[in-house]
């Protein structure tokens, strides 16, 4: 069975690089904010650049150790490797791109995805969803024996994205060799890959699979990377082995975890209840009220802000709320005491957007994901 055995130290400009990985036959997102350190691990493993100490071995192999002073060039380690811009040759046919990658076969490679009847294509001519298929073509010309994608589908627009994402995900299924895949995007991450790894300046925080990353993040930046809305207030401890957290930006929240002192709270928009009228006081529960924003439908459900928190409501809980949302009205978000997760308090995770994902419930999660500054 086939492991790629990573661990890589590097001194990068504003960090250490620290990264151990072990990759079955699967695939494994690396996923984390930019500058993390993804690329350079990807890179390294590729052998396109060195490290200051570790190994990289494939079945025991070292294609990279530096105590042994092992170092393969590129072209002796199987991998098949796709980067965000595709690289492909624009001067070069789609055949002549894939022949490059010395395939035998590059008729059949490309039929294999579907883009054989663009064999005699130049790159500029094609489609973002037909360059990422030649690519892939390319780097499976080789049958490599480990595959390395960096954004795969980050210049993909979002329906051909969703489209090339399914495929990707069958092709990788297929192969059973080990796959690291490069992202931003947690959905991504999510419907791709069988473990997702966070990295944050350069150390892996957390690994697990998507919904073990959704149900239990480690930190407060993993919360946010899997969709949780991340604020920040006060713990005081409520006697009974939780905390009441006062809100920075108004509001209360319960938690049935104990804590003291400022903390991120952390709080998936599934989790929200939204009301037009107050919990009753005798409720002993959080509340934040704030007048609602726009209801925006995103993947069969629907957002809507009130106060510091994002709710996702099926249809029904959101046409309940009549036309309170969207005119102003003051709208009143509970939370279940079990669902909120404290956390030490973690600028960074608050500083970085969350991505969001809808209601992981049923096996594989259905992921929808916001941009970074697109307004919830
Ligand atoms: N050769 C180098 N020497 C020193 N620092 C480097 C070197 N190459 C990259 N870096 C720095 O290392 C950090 C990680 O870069 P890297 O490209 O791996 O991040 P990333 O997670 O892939 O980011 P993005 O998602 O934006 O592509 C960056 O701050 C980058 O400036």
Redesign the pocket.
Known sequence: MALLDVHLRAR???YALDVALTIGPETVALV?P????????LRTIAGL?GADGGHVRLDGTPWLDTAARVDLPPERRSVGLVFQEYALFPHMTVAANVAFAHGDDPATMLARFGVGHLADARPGTLSGGERQRVALARALARDPQVLLLDEPLAALDTHTRATVRDELDALLGDLGIPTLL?T?DFRDAAVLADRVAVIVDGRIRQTGTAAELVSAPADAFVASFTGATVVRGVATPDGRGGARVALDDGGVLTAATAAAGRVSVAVHPWDVRVTTDPPRPGDGGGVIAGSAGRLVPEGGRVRVRVGCLVAELEADAAAALGGAAGAGETLYATVAPERVRLFAHDPAAVATPARTVTDPSGGRPAFAARRPGEPA
């Open positions: 990068l400009r504003a984390g930019s500058g993390a350190g993804k690329t350079t691990v650049r490069v931003h």
